[in-house]
């Protein structure tokens, strides 16, 4: 698999897993200092996220994806915006489905691509 066809994938398992719940391929991808910049701007940390995902606090019911685009791939360095629809119920409030675009930003450690930071908007 190319470093492009890596991140793209890393991408959409992200996405699975939220869906899925599957607390341990979460941890597979996202890389132990990850961070999400949600779209109210709050950080918020990868264990947090993860936790609050395994406590239902945050609800990803489908993730329909749209477009994946603006790929950029430097060194160990690589970046890629994903667009996808997102059905949720977040922090106790009722189920939406957002226009979820998402600014990734991956590393490649020890030859093995992760996500390194994720900033959430709309578009």
């Given at each position: 698999m190319t470093d492009k066809e890596m991140i793209i994938q890393l991408y959409r398992d992200e996405n699975t897993a939220m869906v899925k719940?599957?607390?341990n391929r979460l941890n597979e991808v996202l890389a132990p200092s990850m961070t999400?910049?949600?779209?109210?701007g709050y950080v918020q940390q990868k264990l947090e996220w993860i936790d609050q995902i395994q406590n239902d606090e945050m609800q990803y019911l489908s993730s329909k994806e749209d477009n994946i685009k603006n790929i950029e791939i430097d060194g160990d360095k690589a970046s890629l915006v994903g667009q996808n629809q997102v059905q949720a119920k977040i922090w106790g409030g009722g189920v939406n489905t957002w226009p979820l675009q998402m600014k990734m930003y991956f590393e490649k450690?020890?030859?093995e691509w992760v996500i390194?930071?994720?900033?959430?908007?709309?578009?």
């Open positions: 719940k599957d607390i999400l910049t949600h779209m109210t450690k020890n030859g390194a930071n994720q900033v959430a908007s709309t578009y």
